[in-house]
């Protein structure tokens, strides 16, 4: 964590802040959150990541009381005053103190500033393996701070050597825990389209390859595709190679996945310097 944040209507030293012990985001598990990266100073993706972020709070029917001019103008001067050149935003929005302490309340707004660490490159030159579980995230398409049941799951990730989960219910995927999911067959790009978060990298990603197929993408649809990989702002794309036991194409990342990683590094390029 960065030395300042924003917090209470302004900038504060980050170990200042602070949150009622009865907000329904600590009693409850109630609020929302957004994460995106800084690249030479400008942040990715800013107003998709604002657009997400604004739709949260109505769904979640938590009032945001600042606009998008004044939370871009906070963002900035906290990557100044941060000197964040590559790094991550976190912006909270807790479910606030409620009177019966259930229902949606007036929440506080947190932005830190964070140090970012992608995974090792390992991972990408020779992807990874992915646990299914049959399971569907509450309310997907909001992006809640509850992440409480694949937070207590991951440690069964961690001894079978999985980077994530992959999601599947009545046979179809949604998504992993924190990522978008994309398998390849022949050529044609699929990804998940329903109880999923929609993804800012993954949006980018099916921009850049052009033609995605966004429809159910079946269980036994994954284990025989060529190609796997999954998205997220922390990861950007990650080659599957391996769900639960079954290897995937040739055990191996790749082309497609390769070229559009290649083509994310560039539009991050072409954006930011």
Known sequence: MKPFCFADGQLISTEKASLHPMDLGLIRGYGIFDFFRTVNFKALFLD?????????AEKTFLPLEYSRAELKAVIQDLIEKNHLKEGGIRMILSGGVSSNHFSPAKGKLFIFAESLIFPAQEKYDKGIKLLSLEYVRPIAEIKTTNYAFPVWDSMRWKDAGAEDVLYHMNGNISESSRSNFFIVKDGVISTPDAHVLMGITRKHVIELAGDV?????GMQEALNADEAFITSTTKVLLPVTQIDE???GTGKPGPVSLDLLAKFRELEKEICY
């Open 213 to 217: 197929q966004i429809n159910p993408v």
């Open 246 to 248: 079954r290897e995937i």
């Open 48 to 56: 998709s990541y604002l657009d997400r972020f604004f739709a949260s």
